[in-house]
């Protein structure tokens, strides 16, 4: 009888064994993805202020800079669209505190998939202004391209001066979310 519970013992022992270890690297792995969470939320909180050129508008951040040299501040304030029965609208606050005309122009426009473009995509700002400006994506467009529901929409903006002295491309990601944040 004893020789029979000696390898039940150590069986059981084993079974312990291996289950404490699962335990353990259960353990490790919750804290792995608790890291990466902790790493994406980071980077998506700080985007816009580590990469030059791209910029994710998420709820997080929703009012980020989109430039701010030479005197010219350009920040994104808010959208607005109200589905089947709007067009969407981006706001920008443009300050120009430059003695140069700037122009501000937004191409590339997709929501989804479709390609569309901007209502009137290209704007002038004299030196010394600040203003709120308005730019559109047609409610017919979507409609056309049956994008009314849509995830997410990118767009370029470039920036330039009449003498092209200088020339400023920021590619522009604004996640559907953000519009429900800013009814």
């Known amino acids: 009888m ?12 084993m079974i312990i ?3 404490s270890g699962c335990s353990t690297e259960v353990d490790r792995l919750k804290k792995e993805n608790s890291n ?8 998506e909180r700080t985007s816009s202020l580590n990469d030059d050129s791209n910029i994710l508008i998420s709820r997080k951040n929703n009012q980020p800079i989109i430039y ?3 005197d010219i501040s350009i920040s994104f304030n808010k ?3 109200i589905e089947g029965a709007s067009d969407i609208r981006f706001v920008f606050d443009i300050e120009n505190n430059s003695d140069k005309i700037i122009n501000m122009r937004c191409d590339n426009v997709i929501v989804d998939d479709m390609h569309t473009r901007m ?3 290209e704007s002038q700002y004299k030196s010394n202004e600040n203003v709120s400006s308005n730019y559109y994506i047609e409610l017919e467009n979507l409609q056309k391209g049956n994008v009314e529901n849509f995830n997410k929409i990118t767009f370029t903006i470039n920036l330039s001066d009449e003498e092209n002295t200088f020339r400023i491309e920021k590619h522009i990601e604004i996640l559907r979310e953000v519009f429900e944040n800013q009814k």
Do not use: G, M, V
């Open 2 to 13: 004893k020789k029979s519970l000696l390898p039940l013992s150590i069986i059981i022992i």
């Open 119 to 121: 209502l009137f995509p």
């Open 79 to 81: 959208c607005t669209y």
């Open 68 to 70: 701010d040299e030479n």
């Open 36 to 43: 990466l969470k902790a790493r994406i939320e980071e980077l």
């Open 17 to 19: 064994f291996i289950l």
